[in-house]
């Protein structure tokens, strides 16, 4: 079957070639840590070393576990960069750009670099490295991947940061899945051969709990059989033609013209519900839809609406064979099983559709489904007998009268002009005429002028004449033969009336699409998209239309020139808004009303409204009317997508420039007043302590000039670490020290405030060793007492809790008895010249919690803010516990 042929796509080709010249990325995937990923990884390194290939390894993460680490030995290892912001040294990849082995090894596919690094992703520097030409072998878990970390963190009870994108993964050139099971894990675990120390115990009561790695195997499992049937469809893709595979169970629902098309669709649905399978619904249109009463087209758009909304992908082909179209789209998609529907045929010597699908493709399975029998003709509406496309009656009369014209004319010309030609030329003279009838009116007028044709040679030419009497039998095979070359001239010259027609309606149709993307390509504004919309509703779809989009209040406005006759309802527009939802005329939703309005949705929300008003509403309801009206509504969509996409951008790229201006006006100011106020300070101190033993009754003043001098001092010392910070200027300088020392640092700091005597201490009673930048924790803890004392109010008590909720993580606790935070308020407070209470009288610009959070997360900590159960507010600091150095013992 030469239809069915399908010749590799070029572009794929091309697409291949160029992949070609990158490098492969091989993926060990498994449902969580512990499965054997870098163990299966470090086996396949070993194994291309031996075959000569040069393989480097670039990360991996042993984790202590020495037999993981034996399985290093004799390979080439990639020495860390160093880097100031994490105690670890971090992948480099230039030094890998610079060697170019053959394979390298990067572990932890989700890892995040350290601030600083070239990527923010380790994966980012994966695809560098296959953009380089240099294969990779990395791992990663289930949890990691995108799309699945708000299932796996519903699962566990546990939300992973360090995500990669699911585009990333499924271009891997292979997946390996390394799978164990999940009593085999535990155990393991048991054993010490996951965590080492006390982590695993804990491992086995929080996430490795059975019930959770049968979950995340399952996801793993699933995710990688999607990942190799796409391979399998862009292989079979790429080799031309192939037969379906039965790799998964995929359905295709054909739907007819019958009136039990719904019974099919609900069939279907069920059987791809109980075997857990795609499935699709398609309608073929031939040259018999046209002829189509307007119910029964009607009743082929909603039942593909209410197959889509059964959860199927729907497509309407265009083919003259039925059967061929199917069998195409089947073998595109790779869909084993055929649904459709069965009913005794008034014509059994007909061969029926399933009966040609089981000749034209053995390899497929067809489940004939028995519909429900036809309504009877009295329960039919009275406008299911019309015809839509061939309801023309006055240019069917004049083809009758034209068809009876030509052949009167034939005839006299027969008679008085031409009587000397022999009847066999003239039998082709009438068969000129069928033609001509053919081609101008098409199938019945040629039929009725091939019928006229033969009466009118039987009576003027045949003897005897003036009668239907044939003297020569001879002559009933002429009548015969122009009988059936009439007929099938007519249908011929029909069928290609009919494929002119569908071709200039196509054309029509994609020009009208393209002088619309052009136009909304070229749109700069809301009003510029209406006014093409507008244009191109009226010229292709005959109906009046308006572009509604919400206001700043949130309201629906139109936009544009006004178009329909009448306001529609606000509670109709509304709704239809914010479901997402058509509503109106040909809708589910309140049909009886005059219009029709079509929701503009993106990818995350609802953008506005398109709201028609139709002339011929039966015209605008067919299905390839509907088709129009969908790619209308999803080309304004983007048009005005893109449109707020550009100004989000504007404003982002002005908020950033205002930004970077701001920091480097306010480094400048910092610097330039940080001298002056150092030596005015010095010079109040002085003063302060010159008058008070003195005894002078000016040290009061003296005394609050110092106090303000200091805060003065302050301000802009916070001014100068934020520019600093926001300019990446600030290293970590990580030393070991005792937990009570920086404290007590910060406090005699806060000494002169006021108030600073009354805040209360509940450290660990054995010393506490934290690897931190001194200077920057004592600055964020004087800038929690420092907001406690300001918005706690005189006679709050405030206090400082040190407590460790799991060995490796110490919480620091800034509370206060005061009035708590404003609900809503907790996470505003973190950002820059944001102040609880905006009117306050209390001093600052709120810069000192933003700089805490800076200088926490540059520790790999975390705070938060929230309210006390017993009044007042507290502020929480996470911080990562190490191990701190062996102290030797010189006794």
């Given at each position: 079957?030469?239809?069915?042929?399908?010749?590799?796509d070029?572009?794929?080709?091309?697409?291949?070639t160029?992949?070609s010249?990158?490098?492969?990325?091989?993926?060990?995937?498994?449902?969580?840590?512990?499965?054997?990923?870098?163990w299966?990884?470090?086996?396949e390194?070993?194994?291309?070393?031996?075959?000569?290939l040069?393989?480097l390894?670039?990360v991996v993460?042993?984790?202590d576990?020495?037999?993981?680490a034996?399985?290093l030995a004799?390979?080439t290892?990639?020495p860390?960069?160093?880097?100031?912001?994490q105690?670890h040294?971090?992948?480099?990849?230039?030094?890998?750009?610079?060697r170019?082995?053959?394979?390298?090894?990067?572990?932890?596919?989700a890892?995040?670099n350290?601030?600083?690094s070239?990527?923010?992703?380790?994966?980012?520097?994966i695809?560098?490295?296959?953009d380089?030409g240099?294969d990779v072998?990395t791992?990663?878990n289930?949890?990691?991947?995108?799309?699945l970390?708000?299932?796996?963190?519903?699962?566990?009870?546990?939300?992973?940061r360090?995500t990669?994108?699911?585009?990333?993964?499924?271009?891997?050139?292979?997946?390996?899945l390394?799978?164990l099971p999940?009593?085999?894990?535990?155990q393991?675990?048991k054993e010490?051969?996951?965590?080492?120390?006390?982590?695993a115990e804990?491992a086995i009561?929080n996430?490795?709990?059975?019930g959770?790695?049968?979950?995340?195997?399952e996801l793993a499992?699933?995710r990688t059989a999607?990942?190799?049937?796409d391979?399998m469809r862009?292989w079979?893709?790429?080799q031309?033609?192939e037969?379906?595979?039965?790799t998964?169970d995929a359905i295709l629902?054909?739907?007819?013209?019958?009136s039990?098309?719904?019974?099919?669709v609900?069939?279907?649905?069920?059987?791809a519900a109980?075997l857990?399978?795609?499935?699709?619904a398609?309608?073929?249109e031939?040259?018999?839809l046209w002829?189509?009463?307007?119910?029964k087209?009607?009743?082929?758009?909603?039942?593909?609406?209410?197959?889509?909304?059964l959860?199927?992908e729907t497509a309407?082909l265009?083919?003259?064979s039925e059967?061929?179209?199917?069998?195409?789209?089947?073998?595109e998609h790779?869909?084993?099983?055929?649904?459709?529907?069965?009913?005794?045929?008034?014509?059994?010597?007909r061969?029926r559709f399933?009966?040609r699908?089981?000749?034209?493709?053995p390899e497929?399975?067809?489940?004939i489904?028995?519909?429900?029998?036809?309504?009877?003709?009295?329960?039919?509406p009275p406008?299911?007998g019309?015809?839509a496309?061939?309801?023309?009656?006055?240019?069917r009369?004049r083809?009758?009268a034209?068809?009876?014209?030509?052949?009167?004319?034939?005839t006299?010309?027969g008679l008085w002009?031409?009587?000397?030609?022999d009847s066999?030329?003239l039998?082709?003279?009438?068969l000129?005429?069928v033609v001509?009838v053919a081609?101008?009116w098409g199938?019945?007028?040629?039929v009725?002028?091939?019928?006229?044709?033969?009466?009118?040679?039987d009576?003027?030419?045949v003897?005897?004449?003036g009668?239907?009497?044939v003297?020569?039998?001879q002559?009933l095979?002429?009548?015969?033969v122009?009988?059936a070359?009439?007929?099938?001239?007519?249908?011929?010259?029909?069928?290609v009336r009919y494929?002119?027609r569908?071709a200039?309606?196509?054309?029509?149709r994609a020009?009208?699409?393209y002088?619309?993307a052009?136009g909304?390509?070229?749109a700069r504004s809301?009003?510029d998209?209406?006014?093409?919309?507008?244009?191109?509703?009226?010229n292709?779809l005959?109906?009046?239309?308006e572009?509604?989009?919400?206001?700043?209040?949130g309201e629906l406005q139109?936009?544009g020139?006004p178009?329909l006759?009448?306001?529609?309802?606000?509670?109709?527009?509304?709704w239809s808004?914010?479901?997402g939802?058509?509503?109106?005329?040909?809708t589910?939703?309140?049909?009886?009303?005059?219009?029709?309005?079509l929701?503009?949705k993106s990818?995350t929300?609802t953008?506005?409204?398109?709201?028609?008003?139709?002339?011929?509403l039966?015209?605008?309801?067919i299905p390839e009317?509907q088709?129009?009206?969908?790619?209308?509504t999803v080309?304004?969509a983007?048009?005005?997508?893109?449109?707020?996409?550009?100004?989000r951008?504007?404003?982002?790229?002005?908020?950033a420039e205002r930004?970077?201006?701001?920091?480097?006006?306010?480094?400048?100011?910092?610097h330039?007043l940080r001298?002056?106020?150092?030596?005015?300070?010095?010079?109040a101190?002085?003063?302060?302590?010159?008058?008070?033993?003195?005894g002078?009754?000016y040290?009061p003043?003296a005394?609050a000039?110092?106090?303000?001098?200091?805060?003065?001092?302050r301000?802009v010392?916070?001014?100068?670490?934020?520019?600093r910070?926001?300019?990446?200027?600030?290293?970590?300088q990580?030393e070991?020290?005792?937990?009570?020392e920086?404290?007590?640092?910060a406090?005699?700091?806060?000494?002169?405030?006021?108030?600073s005597?009354?805040?209360l201490l509940?450290?660990?009673?054995e010393m506490?060793?934290?690897?931190?930048d001194?200077?920057?924790?004592?600055?964020?803890l004087v800038?929690l007492?420092?907001?406690?004392l300001?918005y706690a109010?005189?006679g709050?008590?405030i206090?400082?809790?040190a407590t460790?909720?799991?060995?490796?993580q110490?919480?620091l606790?800034?509370?206060?008895?005061?009035p708590?935070?404003?609900?809503?308020?907790?996470?505003m407070i973190?950002?820059k010249?944001?102040?609880g209470?905006?009117e306050?009288?209390?001093?600052?610009?709120g810069?000192g919690l933003a700089?805490c959070q800076?200088?926490?997360?540059?520790h790999?900590?975390e705070i938060?803010?929230?309210?006390?159960?017993?009044?007042?507010?507290?502020?929480?600091?996470?911080?990562?516990?190490s191990e701190?150095?062996?102290i030797?013992?010189y006794?």
């Amino acid at each position: 079957m030469n239809d069915d042929i399908q010749r590799p796509d070029p572009d794929a080709l091309l697409r291949q070639t160029a992949e070609s010249r990158r490098g492969k990325l091989k993926i060990y995937f498994g449902a969580c840590a512990g499965v054997g990923k870098t163990w299966a990884m470090l086996q396949e390194a070993r194994r291309l070393r031996a075959q000569g290939l040069e393989v480097l390894v670039g990360v991996v993460e042993t984790h202590d576990r020495p037999e993981t680490a034996a399985l290093l030995a004799g390979l080439t290892l990639l020495p860390r960069r160093a880097t100031a912001h994490q105690r670890h040294a971090e992948f480099d990849l230039d030094a890998a750009l610079a060697r170019h082995p053959a394979v390298i090894l990067i572990d932890e596919l989700a890892h995040s670099n350290a601030p600083g690094s070239r990527h923010p992703k380790r994966w980012q520097d994966i695809d560098e490295l296959l953009d380089a030409g240099i294969d990779v072998m990395t791992t990663v878990n289930v949890q990691h991947l995108e799309s699945l970390n708000d299932v796996v963190g519903g699962v566990t009870g546990i939300r992973v940061r360090e995500t990669v994108p699911d585009p990333f993964f499924d271009a891997a050139d292979e997946i390996v899945l390394v799978d164990l099971p999940p009593d085999d894990l535990r155990q393991r675990l048991k054993e010490g051969k996951v965590y080492i120390g006390t982590g695993a115990e804990r491992a086995i009561e929080n996430f490795f709990r059975k019930g959770n790695l049968i979950a995340l195997r399952e996801l793993a499992l699933r995710r990688t059989a999607d990942q190799v049937d796409d391979q399998m469809r862009a292989w079979r893709d790429g080799q031309g033609p192939e037969k379906v595979w039965h790799t998964r169970d995929a359905i295709l629902l054909c739907i007819g013209d019958d009136s039990g098309s719904e019974k099919l669709v609900r069939t279907a649905a069920r059987l791809a519900a109980r075997l857990d399978s795609v499935w699709h619904a398609v309608y073929v249109e031939t040259p018999r839809l046209w002829r189509l009463p307007e119910v029964k087209r009607r009743g082929i758009l909603r039942t593909l609406q209410l197959a889509q909304e059964l959860g199927a992908e729907t497509a309407t082909l265009s083919d003259p064979s039925e059967a061929h179209a199917v069998l195409r789209y089947a073998r595109e998609h790779n869909l084993g099983k055929i649904i459709t529907g069965r009913r005794p045929s008034r014509r059994p010597w007909r061969e029926r559709f399933a009966d040609r699908l089981v000749a034209l493709a053995p390899e497929l399975d067809i489940l004939i489904v028995a519909l429900d029998q036809p309504a009877t003709d009295a329960a039919r509406p009275p406008t299911a007998g019309v015809p839509a496309a061939e309801s023309r009656w006055p240019g069917r009369l004049r083809g009758y009268a034209a068809a009876a014209l030509l052949c009167a004319g034939v005839t006299l010309a027969g008679l008085w002009l031409l009587p000397g030609v022999d009847s066999a030329n003239l039998v082709m003279v009438y068969l000129l005429a069928v033609v001509i009838v053919a081609l101008r009116w098409g199938r019945w007028p040629s039929v009725l002028a091939t019928l006229l044709n033969i009466v009118a040679f039987d009576l003027v030419f045949v003897m005897p004449t003036g009668t239907m009497a044939v003297s020569d039998v001879q002559y009933l095979v002429t009548f015969a033969v122009m009988l059936a070359v009439g007929v099938i001239v007519g249908n011929l010259t029909a069928g290609v009336r009919y494929q002119a027609r569908v071709a200039r309606y196509r054309e029509r149709r994609a020009h009208h699409l393209y002088e619309l993307a052009k136009g909304l390509s070229r749109a700069r504004s809301p009003r510029d998209i209406a006014a093409i919309v507008q244009r191109s509703v009226e010229n292709t779809l005959q109906a009046r239309g308006e572009l509604w989009l919400p206001d700043a209040q949130g309201e629906l406005q139109a936009v544009g020139e006004p178009r329909l006759s009448a306001q529609p309802e606000r509670a109709i527009t509304r709704w239809s808004f914010d479901k997402g939802q058509p509503a109106g005329a040909g809708t589910d939703t309140l049909p009886a009303v005059p219009w029709q309005m079509l929701p503009l949705k993106s990818a995350t929300e609802t953008l506005g409204l398109l709201i028609l008003e139709p002339v011929n509403l039966q015209q605008l309801m067919i299905p390839e009317q509907q088709r129009l009206v969908e790619t209308f509504t999803v080309l304004a969509a983007n048009a005005l997508d893109r449109i707020a996409l550009g100004q989000r951008e504007a404003a982002s790229r002005l908020a950033a420039e205002r930004e970077q201006l701001r920091n480097a006006l306010l480094a400048a100011l910092s610097h330039d007043l940080r001298t002056p106020l150092t030596v005015l300070f010095g010079q109040a101190e002085i003063l302060t302590l010159d008058l008070a033993s003195e005894g002078s009754p000016y040290a009061p003043q003296a005394s609050a000039l110092r106090a303000q001098a200091l805060n003065t001092v302050r301000l802009v010392n916070n001014l100068l670490d934020m520019a600093r910070l926001q300019s990446g200027g600030i290293l970590l300088q990580r030393e070991w020290m005792a937990l009570d020392e920086l404290i007590g640092s910060a406090l005699r700091q806060l000494a002169p405030a006021p108030g600073s005597a009354d805040i209360l201490l509940d450290l660990p009673p054995e010393m506490l060793l934290i690897e931190v930048d001194g200077p920057l924790m004592e600055r964020v803890l004087v800038n929690l007492l420092e907001n406690a004392l300001k918005y706690a109010g005189t006679g709050a008590t405030i206090g400082i809790r040190a407590t460790q909720p799991v060995p490796q993580q110490l919480q620091l606790e800034v509370w206060d008895s005061g009035p708590g935070i404003a609900d809503g308020q907790q996470r505003m407070i973190f950002e820059k010249f944001s102040r609880g209470d905006k009117e306050s009288a209390v001093p600052g610009v709120g810069l000192g919690l933003a700089i805490c959070q800076a200088i926490v997360t540059l520790h790999d900590g975390e705070i938060r803010a929230e309210n006390r159960p017993e009044g007042g507010a507290r502020f929480l600091i996470t911080l990562p516990l190490s191990e701190p150095p062996a102290i030797a013992d010189y006794a």
